[in-house]
């Protein structure tokens, strides 16, 4: 099982990214994006159950980021709109191989590698 996230890079505030996380080995049910500024805790930024018609944003994200899933490809992606620098951090994806969508960290039980997001101002 593996967890593949990319997509991260500079980008100046108000501009946008897409991230890409390609699952392989089984498939999943809730796949979530987590994101860790320096010196603090991850946190959600967004999850998406297995259908996707149900999502979770974090308040902070909300109406500028959007999940969405590809079940065909295995893989889940967070389009990012209206970057702050305050969204700098390190992006994770995360997934669970069963359960509802979740916002804690340990209910996911396979995680990618992370891809760094910088928004400079």
């Not at 259908?51 to 590809?70: E, L, P, Q």
């Not at 889940?76 to 069963?98: H, I």
Request: proline share 2%; charged share 15%.
């Amino acid at each position: 099982v593996q967890l593949q996230a990319f997509g991260g890079g500079l980008v100046q505030a108000g501009g946008c990214l897409k991230l890409s996380c390609a699952a392989s080995g089984r498939p999943f049910s809730t796949m979530g994006w987590f994101r860790q500024a320096p010196g603090k805790e991850r946190v959600t930024a967004a999850a998406i159950n297995w259908s996707g018609g149900i999502t979770y944003y974090a308040d902070s994200v909300k109406g500028r980021f959007t999940i969405s899933r590809d079940h065909a490809k295995n893989t889940v992606y967070l389009q990012m709109n209206s970057l702050k620098p305050e969204d700098t951090a390190v992006y994770y994806c995360a997934a669970r191989a069963g359960g509802q969508i979740s916002t804690q960290t340990d209910a996911y039980s396979y995680w990618g590698q992370g891809t760094l997001v910088t928004v400079s101002s």
